[in-house]
């Protein structure tokens, strides 16, 4: 099964979706107007069931095959999120909303699961039920876990579940995967050091909290390279570091920082906030400061299913003629919370050359979107055959 050439066909509409949605972006939970366009589509496509407000904004399409004699269920999920970032691409339809683009290129996956919602609801070449979700807030807000939350998964009796993103660098409509972990775990967070302030002229009458800040920061680095298993993953970042003095002659009294963690396992992610914490209070005190330490646990480990994660691949060659290995990524992504609940997988598809995602400059690729389609109706087509 190659492209679909009903794909081919549909291109220049579901480019024009995508370009919509592109030039009218929206952040978190806040997708009213990409939640609205994906529901008004999903009715036009003639789908047996359309559900709004599920996970607070996301929506819910459900097309029935020809015949439902095994009584599987597909779900295929879509995030349809932007990012607080000013685009910079100068494309004539950019962003009209300023301080927010599409510059991880949901626009593109969202366009791409309603061309494959089109398809599979004029064709219905399937035994069985596929349910299109529709995400919002993957960007930090944990959407895929709202919609898990308000119980999708058994509302619907979904058995299986696979998600697509882009992926700058590798060659447009190519795929890439991996089974077991993929996407990491993603924590965050805070440390406020207490000293006492004084004037930088009579710094022994203080105790330090830039001094104590900077032994903290230098002494975090240690979980990686002394706690951790080396062949084990772990990164520790200190992101933002803010003084409560602004002036040139004051010791402050107070350091705050930010950061994150990120792990791909269980047993990786408790060592190192324990480790996080013990180093931050332990060297304060050393130097007669408090640390204070917020830790908060974010999106868990992305892990594909070996057996989806097989088939998946099976479906990308099919498609492209090959499927590369993908390596570990230490970005996170909440399509784990609904791989916490059922069997699935989560693969790349090549965005070709340009800007990597999260950039001001970056630009989902329309060339990919066949490849895209094509992946996502022979998950259905070629998991649940007709009878």
Not at 16 to 21: F, H
Not at 88 to 93: F, I, K, Q, S
Not at 139 to 149: F, L, N
Not at 170 to 184: C, E, L
Request: charged content about 20%; hydrophobic content about 40%; proline content about 5%.
């Amino acid at each position: 099964m190659p492209v679909k050439n009903r794909f081919a066909e549909l291109l220049p509409e579901i480019t024009a979706w995508r370009r919509d949605l592109h030039e009218n972006p929206e952040i978190l939970f806040e997708t009213h107007r990409t939640s609205a366009l994906v529901a008004e589509k999903l009715r036009e496509f003639g789908c047996d069931e359309v559900v709004t407000g599920i996970g607070r904004t996301g929506v819910v399409g459900v097309i029935k095959g020809k015949t439902d004699t095994a009584g599987k269920v597909i779900g295929l999920r879509a995030d349809m999120d932007a990012l607080p970032i000013h685009e910079a691409t100068g494309l004539p339809y950019a962003s009209k909303t300023p301080g927010a683009m599409h510059a991880c290129g949901h626009d593109g996956h969202t366009a791409m699961l309603l061309g494959a919602a089109k398809y599979l609801s004029e064709t219905r070449n399937f035994d069985g039920t596929v349910v299109v979700i529709f995400q919002p807030a993957e960007e930090g807000g944990g959407g895929g876990r709202e919609m898990c939350a308000d119980g999708m998964m058994d509302r619907w009796n979904i058995t299986e579940v696979y998600g697509m993103h882009n992926w700058p660098g590798r060659p447009a409509g190519s795929f890439a995967i991996r089974p077991g972990a993929f996407f990491a775990a993603t924590d965050q967070f805070e440390i406020v050091i207490e000293g006492k302030g004084g004037h930088a002229a009579k710094p022994q009458e203080t105790v330090d909290s830039t001094l104590v800040a900077a032994h903290v920061i230098t002494a975090l680095q240690s979980i990686a390279s002394r706690n951790a298993d080396p062949v084990d993953q772990v990164v520790v970042s200190v992101t933002a570091i803010e003084s409560s003095s602004k002036a040139f002659n004051v010791i402050a009294q107070r350091v705050h920082m930010k950061g994150t963690v990120r792990t791909m396992s269980k047993d990786m992610r408790d060592l190192a906030e324990a480790r996080l914490r013990a180093i931050s209070t332990g060297t304060a005190g050393a130097f007669g400061a408090v640390a204070e330490v917020t830790y908060h646990r974010g999106y868990p480990c992305m892990v594909n299913h070996v057996d989806q994660t097989d088939f998946a691949a099976r479906v990308a060659r099919s498609v492209a003629g090959d499927c590369a290995d993908a390596p570990l990524i230490m970005g996170g992504e909440d399509f784990a919370f609904m791989l916490e609940e059922r069997p699935g997988a989560y693969i790349l598809v090549g965005n070709g050359d340009g800007a990597s995602v999260h950039h001001p400059e970056y630009n989902f690729n329309d060339d990919v979107i066949p490849a895209g389609c094509s992946w996502w109706a022979g998950i259905v087509e070629q998991r649940m055959p007709a009878a």
